[in-house]
Nanobody, 122 residues
Framework: QVPLIESVGGLVQAGGSLRLSCAASTRTFRNFAMAWFRQAPGKEREFVASISWNSANTLYADSVRGRFTIFRDDPKNTVYLQMSSLKPEDTAVYYC???????????????WGQGTQVTVSS
């Protein structure tokens, strides 16, 4: 098991910024690709961003590319999602996930956080 603990999300105005973090309680954190997904009310969970184990590769959904940045701090066993220029449509529960490959498919990830709410007001 790889427990993943996300930071508390929050309420932010459109155009604002917010940083999410996800801490992993494992010594093998640096072996995992990490990703963020989100799920809006009434919608399916969708891919947001991913990063490879060595930070060499990142991948973003079209809807967030250029606004969101994923990065990791291996000594802290933590992955971050820096969100800028937020829009109301970014409102969702955000989940971090760990797996072997930084692909956008949910089934690539073996471990999931509990989710954190991000609300963007217009």
């Amino acid at each position: 098991q790889v427990p993943l603990i996300e930071s508390v999300g929050g309420l932010v105005q459109a155009g604002g910024s917010l940083r999410l973090s996800c801490a992993a309680s494992t010594r093998t954190f640096r072996n995992f690709a990490m990703a963020w997904f989100r799920q809006a009310p009434g919608k399916e969970r969708e891919f947001v961003a991913s990063i490879s184990w060595n930070s060499a590769n990142t991948l973003y959904a079209d809807s967030v590319r250029g606004r969101f940045t994923i990065f990791r701090d291996d000594p802290k066993n933590t992955v971050y999602l820096q969100m800028s220029s937020l829009k109301p449509e970014d409102t969702a529960v955000y989940y971090c996930a760990a797996g072997p490959n930084p692909r956008p498919e949910m089934n690539e990830y073996d471990y999931w956080g509990q989710g954190t709410q991000v609300t963007v007001s217009s």
